[in-house]
């Protein structure tokens, strides 16, 4: 049997279990927190952020892209300037500068709250 056919069942077999678990884990704790007699007012309640969510999104998105790009440009220095093998720096740069774009969102983002 070829892997492709195998693969997809699973995937979406996961999927419908994650969701299947939220659903079902979700309604029995709202069945006990009615039974115990909690305010149903509790499960409709609205949160007001404080910045909406593309403040959030577009910096985290754009410092990432900037990471990844300044990775391809340091591997390219690292491979052909101190001859770097090529599988070794690209993979290694790209990553390890997407990451420190991303904290550094996550860092911008705490500071916005």
Same mark, same amino acid.
Do not use: C
């Given at each position: 049997? +070829?892997? @492709?056919? &195998? ?17 079902? %884990? !979700? $309604?029995? @704790? !709202? /069945?006990?927190?009615? @039974? *115990? ?8 309640? *609205?949160?007001? !952020?404080?910045? +909406? ?5 577009? +910096? $985290? /998105? ?12 340091? %591997? ?7 001859? &770097? ?5 690209? +993979?290694? =740069? ?9 904290? =550094?969102?996550? *860092?911008? =983002?705490? $500071?916005? $709250?």
């Amino acid at each position: 049997m +070829p892997t @492709e056919i &195998v693969i997809m069942p699973i995937f979406f077999g996961v999927i419908f279990g994650i969701f299947y678990l939220f659903i079902s %884990a !979700r $309604n029995k @704790e !709202r /069945l006990a927190l009615i @039974e *115990k007699g909690a305010d149903a007012s509790i499960f409709y309640s *609205k949160s007001k !952020r404080s910045h +909406p969510i593309w403040k959030i999104i577009i +910096p $985290n /998105l754009a410092l990432l892209l900037m990471g990844i790009g300044l990775g391809v440009f340091i %591997a390219g220095i690292l491979h052909h300037v101190f001859g &770097v093998v090529q599988d070794i720096a690209y +993979p290694g =740069t790209i990553f390890f500068m997407a990451g420190i774009g991303l904290f =550094t969102g996550f *860092k911008m =983002t705490q $500071n916005l $709250n």
